[in-house]
């Protein structure tokens, strides 16, 4: 099955600073990977997701890097602001079998004011 | 917002017990979802459901059951609760099976004593 691994575990970057966070994905089956933010005790929303047949997506201040071959992509937040301050999961969803989606381990973000 | 419901928010009970948990979507989708977060924030899918069919099953503990009595509800029973149970417990949505974008609940956060 698909593993995710997601790095890193906690990041802390000065306010307007840019943060990014990386994810490898196993299956090379996997055509669609989004992003979640979870505030702190709230629940996990997407922000920003990427199809295997796209390289690149921008939405205002976040942005999502696919590199096919190398089975990585990236999330880039750009002028942090501590509204940024969350746990980002990157997932994995395959395209085969029962579709499942499959969640890296989580990102802390803190953004310092 | 109140798209994907979950009851109880907050659930503390003894070990050996016997608890629900309630999910409710409006969106109209087919598919539902349990996710497990444990306490490291890692979120993993435990069963979805689509049409009111069982369609992933993880290695889940045959000790939690879930139900869908129609496609709008997924209930999750979980019998003689232990304390590695504890978690937050998230439902989600998704418009169809495998549905790139998944709606979740506000989560049921789970205290086994």
């Known amino acids: 099955g698909e593993n995710v691994e997601q790095h890193p575990s906690t990041l802390s970057v000065q306010e307007g600073d840019s943060a990014v966070i990386k994810c490898t994905y196993s299956?090379?089956?996997?055509?669609?990977f989004p992003w979640y933010k979870q505030e702190l005790g709230k629940r996990p929303q997407l922000i920003i997701d990427?199809?295997?047949?796209?390289g690149e997506k921008k939405d205002q201040r976040i942005a999502v890097t696919l590199n096919k071959t190398a089975k990585h992509f990236s999330l880039h937040i750009t002028e942090t602001q501590p509204e940024d301050s969350a746990v980002y999961f990157c997932?994995?969803?395959?395209?085969?079998?029962?579709?499942?989606?499959?969640f890296g381990t989580g990102t802390r973000l803190t953004i310092i004011p | 917002d109140t798209a994907v419901s979950q009851t109880p928010k907050y659930l503390v009970t003894q070990m050996g017990n016997d608890k629900s948990i309630k999910c409710e979507q409006n969106?109209?989708?087919?598919?539902m979802y349990w996710y497990k977060q444990d306490s490291k924030k890692f979120l993993k899918i435990m069963f979805s459901?689509?049409?009111?069919?069982?369609?992933i099953n993880e290695t889940v503990p045959n000790r939690f059951s879930p139900k869908s009595p129609d496609k709008a509800h997924l209930n999750l029973h979980i019998n003689s609760l232990e304390l590695g149970d504890s978690a937050v417990y998230f439902c989600?949505?998704?418009?169809?099976?495998?549905?790139?974008?998944?709606?979740f609940g506000p989560g049921t956060r789970l205290l086994v004593l």
């Open positions: 989600a949505s998704s418009q169809i099976a495998g549905g790139l974008y998944k709606y």
């Open positions: 990427i199809r295997s047949n796209v």
């Open positions: 969106l109209g989708h087919d598919t």
């Open positions: 299956d090379s089956a996997s055509n669609y």
């Open positions: 997932a994995a969803r395959s395209n085969f079998g029962n579709e499942k989606l499959t």
């Open positions: 459901y689509n049409n009111k069919e069982l369609i």
